[in-house]
């Protein structure tokens, strides 16, 4: 049973460009999150999706950033116009349907070290 | 959600049990305890959690006060590949918002 699968595993763009993160949640999960963890910081919440349905993007920041989890196909986390501080690592995680007391079991990926030069 | 307490580092001896303890005083009563752990550079990884009861599983044990105001997550036979980050975290069950929140965790160093 394959676990979250991110790809690429590492990226590097210039800056302005736009970087792309994919995320395939595990088989049978329908919600994914994406965490953002900056250099020597703590892993921080970015979004929770559902198919094709944002549910909380409060971890957002504003501009460039937006998220997408369509029918088919991975979820996708997209940075426009990228910048230094941009550099991180984003993880995916997945949870099962809901099941109360299982909301908060996530299964995380390998994540995407995204570096921004 | 209740904030948790954890100290900032535990050192144990390959082959020991590692005994890591969390503070959630102001824990209520619909909320659970999750533990996760971070290998240095991979995703976090879910290990367990509880409400009330001990709860037990593959990787390890969960044992939480009969006030519910700490916990202590046991690992029996601590490897050397047990080093990590280790997150104690309250979330309430009822709740909308579905997102963790990482704090500071304990750092666990396995010595051999």
């Known amino acids: 049973n394959a676990g979250v699968m991110q790809n690429p595993r590492h990226l590097v763009r210039r800056r302005g460009q736009e970087a792309r993160l994919r995320c395939s949640p595990m088989?049978?999960?329908?919600?994914v999150y994406w965490y953002r963890q900056l250099p020597e910081e703590g892993l921080k919440f970015m979004v929770y999706?559902?198919?094709?349905?944002?549910?909380?993007e409060s971890g957002m920041p504003k501009e460039r950033f937006s998220a997408e989890f369509p029918k088919e196909g991975p979820s996708i986390l997209r940075i426009q116009q990228v910048v230094r501080g941009d550099s991180a690592a984003y993880f995916c995680?997945?949870?099962?349907?809901?099941?109360?007391?299982?909301?908060?079991?996530?299964?995380f990926g390998p994540g995407t070290r995204l570096t921004v030069t | 959600d209740a904030k948790t307490t954890q100290p900032t580092s535990m050192d144990c001896a390959e082959g020991r049990a590692a005994n890591l303890p969390c503070n959630h005083s102001?824990?209520?009563?619909?909320?659970?305890v999750y533990w996760y752990r971070q290998i240095h550079s991979q995703g976090p990884q879910y290990i367990i959690h509880?409400?009330?009861n001990n709860e037990t599983n593959e990787m390890a044990s969960l044992i939480i006060t009969e006030d519910r105001k700490s916990s202590t997550l046991i690992l029996p036979h601590a490897t050397l590949r047990d080093t990590a980050v280790y997150y104690c975290?309250?979330?309430?069950?009822?709740?909308?918002?579905?997102?963790?929140?990482f704090g500071s965790g304990t750092q666990l160093t396995v010595l051999p």
């Open positions: 995680a997945s949870s099962p349907p809901y099941a109360r007391d299982r909301d908060y079991e996530q299964y």
């Open positions: 088989k049978g999960h329908s919600h």
């Open positions: 999706l559902q198919k094709e349905n944002i549910i909380d």
């Open positions: 102001t824990i209520s009563g619909n909320e659970y």
């Open positions: 509880g409400l009330k």
């Open positions: 975290i309250v979330r309430s069950a009822s709740g909308s918002a579905r997102q963790l929140t």
